[in-house]
């Protein structure tokens, strides 16, 4: 946890580079200050087949979930995820400005009894910050 | 809101026009007159890698899930879900008569508490309507 | 019903084969004995564009998700997804050894009262269980 997953229509290429998309979220994920570095995971998915409001096929749209664990108040995660969509939206203004587009954002949070995971990420961001 | 995810297998490729597929599905989801047109947003992801049921590689599915804001009724979504589930299906009939094929459709309510939006084809649907 | 579905990032290719993996989640599936066989759909997504924990570029992470219908306990849900996870997990033995990686698993339940399919595989299996 916490992972973020970035679905948009596929007439962003050219108008949007998606490593800096994607990065923009990672960065505004860990200045919330509320996840474990070594957990973070933002990936997009880029979707060429898709169809958006009356059907116009200029319209293009960009869609982010985050699930993350259970055991955070409402108020921090309403707060955290104000930040990162901030964020987010700032680094898309130039398409909303030369584009009619949808930007969303909704969180779900994880069953903690159904959740499995193996990180040695964690690890070395350790061995990083002893001997880095 | 709404949105439409389609994942599917790539063995659809050759039997079915994903292109359409969403356009049919778009086109259903704006008849239930329960959805504000500029939030509607179909995509279809293409799945190279997958593995169903005994592992016989011609089977083929396709599996929707539409997450959409809260505030609407059971009687409502069922009904809603209804209608474009039947849609789907029918323009399906012809992959179910030439294969062995899994159709699936589930839906998701978001929480408003935790839900950030922008979109600016709301005011340009609007603009269309004035002066179109 | 059930469906997983992978996310993972591309810096896998070479490292892991999908087709594989799916197969691995396929049979751990079935092992388990609570699913129908004909409902088992396996799928993963390639995530070309991804940031994971500080930024590093030769991090990966493979996130799994199994979306399942109503009616198993938690004990039931618990020792099955285990089951799963354990087999899903030591066959990235390799990729653990090889790189820094995040593997995940959550299961979500789907709303049984909002849940639509059509599907034939069934029929074919239990004609194959007949005649083959």
């Not at 979220?25 to 169809?51: K, S």
């Not at 069953?111 to 070395?124: L, Q």
Request: net charge negative.
């Amino acid at each position: 946890m916490p992972h973020f997953t970035l679905e948009y229509s596929a007439n962003l290429d050219g108008l949007l580079d998606m490593d800096q998309t994607v990065e923009v979220v990672r960065e505004a994920a860990v200045e919330t200050g509320i996840f474990p570095l070594g957990g973070i995971r933002v990936r997009a998915v880029r979707c060429e087949h898709y169809a958006i409001a009356d059907g116009c096929n200029s319209y293009g749209f960009l869609d982010m979930v985050l699930r993350l664990g259970e055991g955070r108040d409402l108020a921090t995660r309403k707060k955290a995820g104000e930040h990162i969509f901030r964020a987010l939206s700032a680094h898309l203004d130039p398409v909303f400005a030369n584009s009619k587009f949808a930007l969303s954002f909704d969180m779900q949070i994880n069953d903690k009894e159904t959740s499995w995971k193996r990180n040695n990420i964690h690890d070395a961001l350790k061995a990083e910050a002893v001997h880095g």
